[in-house]
């Protein structure tokens, strides 16, 4: 039996889990350089090392890093789909909770929320795990472009 779209996007993504990406389309994602923990259709989870590059003048995570993590993890959620068309960002909305420094480990972990024929609605949650801590949460709503 032949594999979906989906599946074949998964195993290529699979053999990643527990290293580094260097190798995305994605040059902000490659910039980032996540650590792949988990992925299934529709869903990513990576773990991200805050660098000082990453971090603002008060020496935490940058909001627009954060917000960048966000919609880079979103977008490659919806390459897990193994959807024919192309989607781009329409909006993002972000909730900032708490900071984290250079140095800390975050996890960034996405979900569909819903998904209709023409606008996919996914949500992105960070979290601080030495500290228990939700850091941030987001919501894309991504547009079927063709």
């Known amino acids: 039996m032949e594999e979906s779209l989906s599946e074949q996007r998964l ?5 990643s889990i527990g290293k580094v990406i260097t190798a995305s389309p994605s040059n902000f994602m490659n910039w980032l350089a ?18 000082k590059e990453m971090t603002n003048p008060y020496q935490i995570l ?3 890093v954060t917000a960048g993590i966000i919609d880079d993890l979103i977008g490659a959620t919806v390459y897990t789909m193994g959807l024919n068309d192309r989607y ?4 993002n909305y972000i909730d900032y909770f708490a ?11 996405t979900a569909i ?3 209709g024929k023409t606008i996919l609605n996914l949500q992105c949650e960070i ?12 919501y894309s709503n991504m547009l079927n472009i063709g």
């Open 62 to 64: 940058h909001g627009g």
């Open 127 to 138: 979290f601080l795990p030495s500290k228990k801590r939700l850091i941030a949460k987001g």
């Open 11 to 15: 195993n290529f993504l699979r053999k």
């Open 113 to 115: 929320v819903k998904r």
């Open 99 to 109: 900071p984290a420094a250079e140095g800390d480990e975050i996890v960034a972990e």
């Open 88 to 91: 781009t960002t329409v909006n």
């Open 34 to 51: 996540p650590v792949l923990i988990k992925a299934e259709n529709g869903v990513l989870v990576c773990q991200y090392t805050i660098r």
